[in-house]
């Protein structure tokens, strides 16, 4: 006898942008329940009441967003996967801020365990961006005190590099040197805003130096849809991803 458990919650089925669909799939080969040694049974009427709504996920996910020249995976001190989810999102948010008429984000900085998964060669599905990052983390832009940029930056030297974009930098041991923003020289009596996940933002992977910025705006924007929407508009295929030295050793 098959035993199995399936459960599908289905959100805003359907619409099919990426900013309103909620997709949320549990799967499971089976349970125990207290009490009982075995599987509970699959139950037949409600697999049928359930597969129209799986059959229109699985539509909706593989949507293909983009096709990539080459596999891209994460790594340090930097990565093909770390440039491309730091870059689209630098880019798409900058977007978002200055449509509100708000001043842009100078650089970029996310971390490594965001990133869930890899990105494969060939075609990138909507799938592949839930894998990669299957959180509901959002953008935020840290006005950061010359102090705190110093602390971060010598943050990303010691953690060994972590996706960023539009800076540049050379780790030597826990400290971060020949560093640019934007192309010029950092310059550790100013603040700089810096756009982040607001998980980073409220301290996690021990980002302490965000706990205080000098200001928080919200940018609305999560993280996974700005990779979504990057990918969509991409004005050349294939992508081809980069690992330019933005951060060296």
């Known amino acids: 006898m ?3 458990g399936f459960l599908l919650l289905a959100f805003s089925i359907s619409c099919i942008s990426c900013s309103t669909v909620k997709p949320y799939a549990y799967e499971s080969k089976g349970f125990l329940t207290p ?9 037949s009427v409600l697999i049928r009441e359930i597969d129209p709504y799986k ?3 699985l539509e909706i996910m593989s949507e293909i967003l983009a096709v990539s020249a080459q596999p891209m995976e994460k ?3 930097e990565s093909l996967l770390g440039n491309f989810v730091a870059d689209a999102c630098f880019e798409r948010a900058n977007l978002t801020i200055s449509e509100q008429g708000k001043l842009k984000a100078d650089f970029c900085v996310l971390n490594n ?3 869930r998964s890899a990105l494969p060669q060939g075609n990138i599905t909507l799938k592949n961006c839930y894998e990669l990052m299957p959180f509901e983390n959002e953008l935020v832009m840290l006005t950061l005190s010359a102090e705190s940029t110093q602390e971060l930056l010598n943050y990303i030297a010691a953690k060994g590099g972590v996706p960023v974009s539009n800076l540049q930098m050379k780790i030597n041991g826990s400290t971060a040197e020949s560093v640019l ?3 010029k020289p950092v310059d550790y009596k100013k603040n700089y805003l810096v756009l982040t996940s607001d998980y980073l933002a409220n301290g996690g992977d021990d980002m ?3 706990q205080n910025p000098v200001a928080i705006e919200k940018t609305g924007l999560k993280v996974r849809d700005a990779i979504v929407e990057h990918l969509r508009n ?6 081809t991803a980069k690992a330019d030295g933005r951060i060296s050793r």
């Open 55 to 57: 059959s229109k996920m």
């Open 113 to 115: 365990g965001g990133l």
């Open 181 to 183: 923003i934007d192309g």
């Open 234 to 239: 991409l004005p050349k295929q294939p992508l």
């Open 208 to 210: 302490k130096m965000f």
């Open 35 to 43: 009490g009982n040694s075995g599987l509970i049974e699959e139950d």
């Open 2 to 4: 098959k035993y199995t």
């Open 75 to 77: 790594g340090q001190p």
